[in-house]
Structure formats: structure tokens, C-alpha cells
């Protein structure tokens, strides 16, 4: 690999450090050298599978997926190659919200099982080489948590209520404290009942009504979350995804949203500075955050350099981003400037080159993610013409995507993605191509925004649905023995199922294993990156890992493949008359 500087390797020693200079030619790539640190630290390379456990797999034949399920299902798992298993909230719940409304962290809801299943999942997981993640939602509770109850029954100025946001309303109580907006819909205060009878204080919600947000400026709440957080532990857990890692701490003073700014009027948040951004949405990103990110780290560091804490922080730009994840503070985060990129040429290049740049100058290792329980499913997003966003979700008045289009993009994609050198998160079904369940109706549509809205914005069920395991099995395709279903399974999910693509040559599930195998076994996860610009034109892109080239066409014209050894591709038949538009493939120079 050809050095423009003769000071690059002293200057790029370590991921911390990015060379660039600008490049020539017709091919817009900066010249760029990046190099995983080697520390063998597992969460810097690993592949994570996220589990969302009630439509994983039914272990009880209720309709509904369970830690049962879960245990019945680890050798496929295992197979797939993952690493770790991050579960989505199984613990105790009303499940307004599918279970990230947590009324008692520390116990199991009975919809997913017991402890003990709990327990053995963890064992069987283990003994499988596979670690368990679990999800904390320590922004809000369940309005059903004890510590809530007492808050509304002691009343205003009692130490019960400083445990979450109480506020006197304006214009005598009538009008909420600000005019903050939640992100299901509608405003983010709820007022209550006194105990008295009379109404008195609101509260607020950033998220549903049912979710109360916690006072984080109370140190009786940091001491019960580092509680929580010893108790998972202390079970044996990898360490935790935490949701909402951007909302726990909220502005002084909690000053209304402003959409305008008197000395320079109008500012899209691409022309505002890091702390004009904290001003702006002042529940989203303050600075207090860190101190707290900082005193969970050094309560996993307690447990061993093993132990994980994955940020759900949704901030940008990257630069933005990459404070959550440096030395002392988060493991990962959650890279949504990469989830959001595309299937483009040009925005592969600026997010994979702005990733690698703000995630290397703190010395995190980059994420890299497609899909998850809150977003279109990619491969449904590539199909669309618009792309569709994260949250508005797509039902059956929407235009409806081009499924094989759609599948075809997403497993270029997936293997242009699990070529780079970082960690990786997986989404359950998008090993099978599985797409969105566009055509969902109404009455069946369980998510909040869904209702706060009134059908307004589609809502996140259409990626939940039920896996298909077995085409021929039962009605629900072997989620579950009984065909129970807890949200309908379109038709279409039959040929998906996983027994339909084990073992078939170019099946989207073996596309994958295959892709997992060898990055593992070749050590790209701890690998390097550089832009192959020699082997790609203005239509396409190559980069090097090791000594394995990654070859993405965007373009109409096929590409020719550089001689080499063909270890992967997603085009069916072969290269030999080159690399066909929208596919992807992996050649060991």
C-alpha cells in the first residue's frame, strides 16, 4: 500500500490519528490511512445481533417471543457468528411502549419469562461463545414505577417528586411549564391530580405520558441507576446498550425550545456550533451528560476492561457524536450518520471519511449499523424512492418499495459495510433480507406514535414483526408452535424464512455467515482502511482492509474486478464479466 508521505506511519501510529491530503484524478477521496488500535479489547471488532425479544421467538406458544425462545433459537445464532446478543427491554413493564417503559428494573416481565430462564440464557449464550447486552432506559420509567407512585402521592416540594421533572404550569398552572414538544407526538407535559383531588403540578415526558423522565440533577437517582447497573452486572451480563444516551440531563432552568436566534436569525443545525446546538434543543446533548457517562465507565471498569456501554445518542455531526465515546466515557455509539448515509457513492465516502476522522481522534473505535427496532429496515428503505426516514414509517397508504431492488442494494450494502474495520450491530431478520411489513393495517398497530398522532406518522411496528424461522412449520412460519402472532405476518415473510436459505448457495442468509466468517478469521475488525481509488472510477468505490479489497459498484457500466483471490460477492454467477451495479465484492490482493 503506496504512502503519499514519507511522515505517514509516524503520524497514524494508532486509530487516534487520520492523514489526509487531497486527491487527484476524477475520484473525490481524500487520501486517507487508518488503523484499528490493537488492543484486543473484543468490543473494538465485535458483531452484535440485536434481539427484540417478543418477536424473536416464542418459546411458550403464546403469540408472543420470550427468553425461552431465545435459548431454543442460540445455535443459530452461534452459526451466524456473532459475537454478542443486545437485547431490547425484557424487564417489567405495561408495555405501553414495548417494554422501554420499565416499571421494576430489576425483575422480569412475566410476558418474557423469569429469572431463571434469564439465568439460562445467559449460561447457554455463554457456553456458545456469545455474550449478553442488555437494554437500560434510564431516561424515564413506567408512570407504574413505585418510585412515580410516591411521587404522586406526596405532593409538590417532596423529596419523592424531585426524583423526576415536577413543575408549576404558567399562566396560573393552566399552560405547560415550556413548550417542549415529545418525540411521540403532542406536547411533553402531563399535568396530575394532587393528592387532594385538585390539579396541580405537570410533569414531563420527553417520550409518551406513560414515561416520566427522571430528574438526573438528583444524586439519589444516579445512586439508585448505579443499583441497577451492579445488579445486571453482578448477573453476569457484557454490559448495556443505554437509550436515550443524549436526553438525562436537561437544561438549566428548562428554558423553552427556540427556533430562532436574535443575532442571526433563523440556523439550520448544519450552521450552528456544538454549544449553539445545546441551546437550541435543550433537553438533547448537555454537556452535564458526561459526568455521568464518566461514573458508569468506571463502574464497569470495576467488573473488568471486558465490559461494555453502547450510547444510543442521537447527535450530530460525528464530531459532535464522538464525545460520548471518548477514553473515559462510552465503549461505543451508535454511528446513525452511517445508518441514514445511503446507498450512494458520494455519501459513503464523506460519512465513512468523517466516521473514521471523529472516531479516531478519541481513540473509539467506529460503529457501523443499518438497521434497528426504531427505523425503516434497510432493506425496505432501499427500495423506496425517497429513501424514507427513521421515524415516519411506511404503511399502506405510502408508496410502497421495489422489494428486490431493495434487497439487492441492502446486501451490497451490508457487505460494503462489514468489510471496515470497528464494530458492527446487526439487526434481528436482516440476516434473512427480511423488509418492512409496509401494509400493516391500523387496527393491529401497537406504537405509540402510531396513536399520539392519530395515524399521522406511521410508527415502528413494520420493523417488529415476528421472524419467520420455518416456511412450512405453522401459521406465524415457526415464531411460534401455535401460528400465534402477537402483530400480524404478511404472506410475503414465507420466503424469507431462515429453514428456506440454510445451506442455499447465494441466500442472503448465507451471504451473511459468509461475510461474518471471514472478517473474523482475516481480522478485519481490528483491520486498517485506505481508499483503493486505482481500482474504482467515479460510479464506484474500493477500499483495502488488510489485504482485502472491497469493491462497491453504483454505477450503470459493470466494473472490472482486479485480479486477486474472489472471496465474496453478492452478485450471483460470477465476476468474470465484471462487478454489475449495486453489488459488492471482496478480492484478497
Known sequence: MSQNSPSASTQCPLQRSIMSTAASGPVSLRNIRYQSVQDNHWWRSSVI??????????????????????????????????????????????????????????????????????????????????????????????????????????????????????????????????????????????????????????????????????????????????????????????????????????????????????????????????????????????????????????????????????????????????????????????????????????VQIKTIEDSLASFGKVGAPCTWVLSNHDVVRHTTRYGLADGAGHSSGVGPDSPQPDDAIGLQRARAATAFMLGLPGGVYLYQGEELGLPEHTTLEGQYRQDPTYHRTNGARIGRDGCRIPLPWEADASASYGFSASGKAWLPMPDKFKMYARDAQEGVSGSTLELYKGLIGLRKSLGMGFGSFCWMAEHANEHSLAYLNKDVLVLANFGQEPVKVPAGELLMTTQLGGVEDGLQKDHVAWVRM
Open 49 to 346: 445481533y440485536q434481539i427484540y425479544p417478543r418477536s424473536f421467538a416464542d418459546g411458550n406458544d403464546d403469540g408472543i417471543g420470550d427468553l425461552k425462545g431465545i435459548v431454543l433459537r442460540l445455535d443459530s445464532l452461534a452459526a451466524l457468528g456473532v459475537d454478542a446478543l443486545w437485547l431490547s427491554p425484557f424487564f417489567k413493564s405495561p408495555q405501553k411502549d414495548a417494554g422501554y417503559d420499565i416499571s421494576d428494573y430489576k425483575a422480569i416481565d412475566p410476558l418474557f419469562g423469569t429469572m431463571d430462564d434469564f439465568d439460562t440464557m445467559v449460561a447457554e449464550a455463554k457456553a456458545r461463545n456469545m455474550r449478553i447486552i442488555v437494554d437500560l432506559v434510564p431516561n424515564h420509567s413506567s408512570d407504574q414505577h413505585e418510585l412515580f407512585q410516591a411521587a404522586l402521592k406526596a405532593g409538590p416540594g417532596s423529596p419523592e417528586r424531585d426524583m423526576y421533572i415536577f413543575r408549576e404550569g404558567r399562566q396560573g398552572g393552566t399552560l405547560p411549564p415550556n413548550n417542549w414538544p415529545s418525540v411521540f407526538g403532542g406536547q411533553a407535559w402531563s399535568r396530575v391530580r394532587e393528592p387532594d383531588g385538585s390539579l396541580g403540578q405537570w410533569y414531563l415526558h420527553i417520550f409518551d405520558s406513560s414515561q416520566p423522565d427522571f430528574n438526573w440533577t438528583n444524586p439519589k437517582v444516579l445512586e439508585y441507576f448505579d443499583g441497577v447497573i451492579r445488579f445486571w452486572l453482578d448477573r453476569g451480563v457484557a454490559g448495556f446498550r443505554i437509550d436515550v444516551a443524549h436526553g438525562l440531563v436537561k437544561r438549566e432552568g428548562l428554558p423553552d425550545l427556540l427556533e430562532e436566534h436574535a443575532d442571526s436569525g433563523f440556523k439550520t443545525e448544519v450552521s450552528m456550533t456544538i454549544e449553539e446546538m445545546e441551546e437550541a434543543a435543550p433537553y438533547w446533548g448537555q454537556p452535564g451528560i458526561h459526568d455521568i457517562n464518566r461514573r458508569w465507565r468506571a463502574i464497569l471498569r470495576e467488573y473488568g476492561e471486558d465490559r461494555v456501554m453502547c450510547a444510543e445518542a442521537w447527535v450530530m455531526p460525528l464530531e459532535r457524536m464522538a464525545r460520548w465515546v471518548r477514553p473515559d466515557e462510552y465503549n461505543q455509539t451508535f454511528n446513525f450518520g452511517y445508518m441514514f448515509a445511503g446507498w450512494s457513492r458520494d
